[in-house]
């Protein structure tokens, strides 16, 4: 497998990192995961633009524009003849003294990578378990609304998931609302709306669910950003979950209590794999 490391293809035994890379040290950047189909990556141009938007916050200078980012992941792509892939773009604030401190920081890292998509069996598609985590995200702090690097509560609370025999771990925030799941944003259905939080309140403006949004208006069904609390959840007719590896991933039970399906969800789910198609093509 070949990478992109600072404006270099590289086998992946080559592209090495320095030790003292903030990013490494501190979690001190942002990522990008995007899905791959027929050689295309999906919805690439948002992507950047998040990533873009994120950099702005952390005050992290991009190495490459954005236009020159989308030439060297299309080598990449090419290069690893992996035209169904998940591509993940990441950016450190690079190489740092000590402490945590940015001054002095030398130039901005970018890394590229290529990984197959998640083995998935055909003839029996995914729905997921979800349990409420014990972890809480920040409603009230604008840095989980960019895709930051620092990423260890999401890690213990998908571990607390699988380590009850879950699939993925629900979010609250410290309001004890409804934010996300460990990797994505969810949905909800409530009188025949789609329902999802709104961003800021610790959710991150996912590209996937602003996809979701678009397909709702497309179809002509009614879509709102809300609050929910953790018992109103459960006794919805229709849980889906949103991330770019996976797309639209129906829940089928959550905190151990099964989900009815939902006709809307097997609908949005539909036009996603139809915009995914034709979009890529």
Known sequence: MHVFLNGKILPEAEAVVPVNDRGFLLGDGLFETVRVVNGQPFRFIQHLERLVGGADFLKIQLPFAPKVIQKFAAQLIAQNNLSDAILRVTLTRGVGARGYSPKNSG????????????????????????????????????????????????????????????????????????????????????????????????????????????????????????????????KSPGILVTNSALGIVPVASLDGQPVAPSPLVQRIAGAYHEILRRETR
């Open 107 to 234: 130039v901005s890292t970018l890394v590229m990578t290529l990984n197959p998509l998640p083995i998935v069996n055909s003839g029996e598609p995914v729905k997921w378990s979800l349990v409420t985590s014990s972890f809480r995200v920040l409603a009230d702090d604008a840095l989980p609304g960019f895709k930051t690097t620092s990423k260890i509560l999401n890690v213990l609370a998908r571990a607390e998931a699988e380590a009850q025999g879950a699939d993925e771990a629900l979010l609250l925030n410290t309001n004890g609302e409804v934010a996300e799941t460990a990797g994505g944003n969810i949905f909800w259905v409530y009188q025949d709306a789609v329902c999802t939080a709104p961003t800021g309140r610790g959710v991150l403006p996912g590209i996937t669910r602003a996809v979701v949004l678009e397909i709702c208006h497309s179809l002509g069904l009614a879509a709102n950003q809300s609050i929910i609390h953790l018992e109103q959840l459960r």
